[in-house]
């Protein structure tokens, strides 16, 4: 069975940094694309960041140049720096990763349960 784990949420200041980790556990075959997307109360969900196998990786625009996606491919673990935080950014954060396992060779999409990130002063 495949799991992926949140960590890393919590209040912070605007202007403060906060560093999310993702780690993908089971009998994992393959990772594709590791990224995260956030949700806010009556909203949809958002397409934050995404970083492929290839190392490429793609931002919201909202989120360019203050958010770092990263990844550890020893590790199966995705991370999120967030800089220059922004009250706007209080968000429910959830991991997500397109990848296969030894009990179905093709790709599928998991999510993790989701972290919550709060800025406020």
């Known amino acids: 069975q495949v799991q992926l784990l949140e960590s890393g949420g919590g209040l912070v200041q605007p202007g403060g940094s906060l560093r999310l980790s993702c780690a993908a556990s089971g009998s994992i075959s393959s990772i594709g694309a590791m990224g995260w997307y956030r949700q806010v109360p009556g909203k949809e969900r958002e397409l934050v960041a995404t970083?492929?196998?290839?190392?490429?990786?793609t931002y919201a625009d909202s989120v360019k140049g203050r958010f770092t996606i990263s990844r550890d491919n020893a590790k199966n673990t995705a991370y999120l720096q967030m800089n220059s935080l922004k009250p706007e950014d209080t968000a429910v954060y959830y991991c997500?990763?397109?990848?296969?396992?030894?009990?179905?060779?093709?790709?599928?999409?998991?999510w993790g349960q989701g972290t919550q990130v709060t800025v406020s002063s």
């Open positions: 997500t990763s397109v990848l296969s396992y030894t009990e179905r060779s093709t790709y599928s999409r998991f």
């Open positions: 970083i492929y196998s290839s190392g490429v990786t």
